[in-house]
């Protein structure tokens, strides 16, 4: 097995499903000690026993990022059992309902903000205070919040809004040896992309095909390693070429 995160405690948000649980299976690989914290519980466990199923370490803990107490107490189950945080993943997003700003409903508007802009928030504020030697924070964010994209107004919106959060932590977090890196991840084939047309993503991809989850975990598995060392603020496309 490699180690390069041998021992290595890391928080992954959303980490029962499509890029999340990718992530949690391959910091697992690397000999990290995952917890996966996600609103919807029982799929966290279901992703956490297939881990230990492999003779990894994984758990899962209850956690929805809309809810500043309830990151904390995720965050705090793992000090109380881990000691403290080496990796945060700030993962946990949805995509909302697909409509022209003309037809956006504010309620969407907030549901969206809620998870994916304040949830990054919280998860960056409460990781940090719990890496007392440093550490590492990776967000997903998306190519979405690089350029416009139609019918994805809010999302494109609190996308961006992760990238300028990431490079602010960076900047305020550097003194305490935590880096903060953001990765924008094209079409990834997962249950986020169920309502849109495969075909039509595909002929818009240089690469010719829709991503796969993993092909995410392996920048996070690097930005999380000793190789990334110097690396901090910086946004990492993985796209197959359509921001290009
Ligand atoms: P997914 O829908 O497969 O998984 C999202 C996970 O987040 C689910 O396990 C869900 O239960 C969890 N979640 C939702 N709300 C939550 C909350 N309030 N608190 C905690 N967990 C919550 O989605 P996917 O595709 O794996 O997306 C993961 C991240 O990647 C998101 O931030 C998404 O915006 C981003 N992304 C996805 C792309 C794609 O093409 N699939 C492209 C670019 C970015």
Request: no cysteine.
């Given at each position: 097995m490699n180690t390069e995160l041998d021992g290595k405690r890391a928080l992954v948000t959303g980490?029962?499903?499509g890029i999340g649980r990718a992530i949690a299976n391959a910091l697992a690989a690397e000999g990290a000690r995952v917890i996966i914290g996600d609103v919807d519980a029982a799929a966290g466990q279901t992703a956490a026993t297939e881990i230990t199923g492999r003779g990894l370490h994984a758990r899962a803990v209850h956690c929805d990022v809309t809810k500043e107490s309830s990151v904390v107490d995720a965050i705090a189950n793992v000090r109380a059992t881990?000691?403290?945080?080496d990796l945060m993943v700030n993962n946990a997003g949805i995509g909302g309902a697909l409509a022209p700003l003309t037809r956006s409903q504010a309620d969407d508007w907030d549901r969206v903000y809620a998870v994916n802009l304040r949830g990054v928030f919280f998860g960056i504020k409460h990781a940090a205070n719990a890496m007392p030697d440093g550490g590492c924070i990776v967000n997903i964010a998306s190519i979405a919040g690089l350029r416009g994209s139609s019918l994805l107004g809010p999302y494109g919106a609190t996308k961006a809004a992760v990238i300028q959060l990431t490079q602010t932590a960076a900047l305020e977090l550097a003194k305490q040896h935590i880096r903060v890196n953001a990765i924008c991840p094209g079409?990834?084939?997962?249950?986020?992309?169920?309502?849109?047309e495969r075909a039509r993503l595909v002929r818009q991809i240089p690469l010719g095909r829709i991503g796969e989850p993993a092909e995410v975990a392996g920048l996070v598995v690097y930005l999380a390693s000793?190789?990334?060392?110097?690396?901090?603020g910086s946004i990492l496309r993985v796209d197959g070429g359509i921001a290009s």
């Open positions: 980490g029962a499903s881990e000691g403290a945080l079409w990834i084939d997962t249950p986020m992309l169920q309502d849109l000793s190789a990334a060392a110097f690396v901090t």
